[in-house]
């Protein structure tokens, strides 16, 4: 389940976001506790506390005092903001600055996402 190219609690993160993201996480949610995270997946419980503690600091999860950690009622379209954000920063900003150095047009661009779009309906 873990690589190598990120720290364990990110990688941890990430899959819980991921889960919130695809809707097998939703709103309210009780998620599992450290300790039963760390022995599932047979890590040290001080690096999946690390994990959880970043989702609360993001506000992804929050805890209940005593019962556990439930994920926040606006997590997935917090994630989802979030992840827009990024993938116009990361991917479509990027593509843009290639096309133009190679004279594709945001025309040709369109009209190529359309197609794309169009056939993956078909």
Do not use: C, W
């Not at 990110?10 to 996480?25: M, P, S, T, W, Y």
């Not at 917090?78 to 990027?94: C, M, S, T």
């Not at 040709?108 to 779009?117: F, K, N, Q, V």
Request: cysteine-free; overall charge neutral; glycine content about 4%.
């Amino acid at each position: 389940m873990f690589d190598d190219r990120s720290p364990i609690y990110r990688q941890i993160a990430e899959q819980i976001k991921a889960d919130v993201l695809r809707g097998v996480l939703r709103a309210d949610d009780q998620v599992m506790s450290t300790n039963q995270y760390a022995a599932h997946h047979r890590i040290n419980p001080a690096t999946a506390a690390k994990a959880f503690q970043q989702l609360v600091d993001e506000g992804v999860v929050y805890k209940r005092r005593g019962i556990g950690m439930f994920v926040s009622p606006d997590a997935a379209e917090k994630l989802r903001a979030e992840r827009r954000e990024r993938f116009f920063l990361d991917v479509v900003h990027p593509m843009v600055v290639e096309a133009r150095m190679i004279d594709i047009s945001l025309a040709e661009i369109r009209h190529h996402l359309e197609g794309l779009d169009d056939h993956r309906r078909s």
